[in-house]
């Protein structure tokens, strides 16, 4: 009985960051963003709109400069929208970075819908690489009945790039 326990403890120790992260993907806890292959069944919204604002940042150690084209959009609600971050390699070696990402206000995730985005894989840039990096993306038109988003005029969708060390590439 309690070796059944201790291998059932174990197994759900395993299981806890794939749950987690379903958990957030599907409710947007904690700002998690929704993702989608497209916006079928979306439609725009006439009238509403919603500010769109983007941060970028990189991680201590990570010799890129990054940063969004621009820093705002004002978007219709439901319309698929595109937008620009800028990436440059300042090193003198190849870097690979991963982006995470979130949203806020956090509530606001659940309702924002990225079709493309380069942080869905790695990214690799050679030395004194510049790249443009595309994001489309949606606000659903659910967020106009949701009663925790009824204040809310901006959602900010906030990048950090951290560097992927050639260890953790090979696992």
């Known amino acids: 009985m309690a070796l059944s326990i201790a291998v059932g403890a174990f197994g759900m120790g395993f299981a806890a960051v794939p749950l987690y992260r379903y958990f ?14 497209a916006a079928t069944g979306v439609r725009p919204v006439p009238g509403k709109t919603m500010s769109v604002r983007f941060d970028s940042n990189v991680a201590p150690g990570m010799p890129w400069q990054f940063r969004p084209e621009h820093t705002t959009q004002t978007v219709q609600i439901g319309a698929r929208a595109f937008t620009t971050f800028i990436a440059k390699n300042m090193s003198d070696k190849p870097v690979t970075g991963s982006a995470v990402f979130n949203v806020t206000p956090t509530q606001s995730g659940a309702y924002f819908t990225k079709i493309q985005c380069f942080c869905f894989t790695e990214q690799t840039l050679q030395p004194g690489q510049e790249v443009r990096m595309p994001v489309i993306y949606y606000v659903d038109p659910k967020i106009l009945d949701d009663p925790d988003n009824k204040d809310t005029q901006q959602i900010t969708l906030s990048y950090t790039f951290n560097p992927v060390e050639q260890s953790e590439k090979r696992s």
């Open 24 to 37: 957030c993907q599907v409710t947007g806890f904690g700002g998690t963003t929704q993702r989608a292959d």
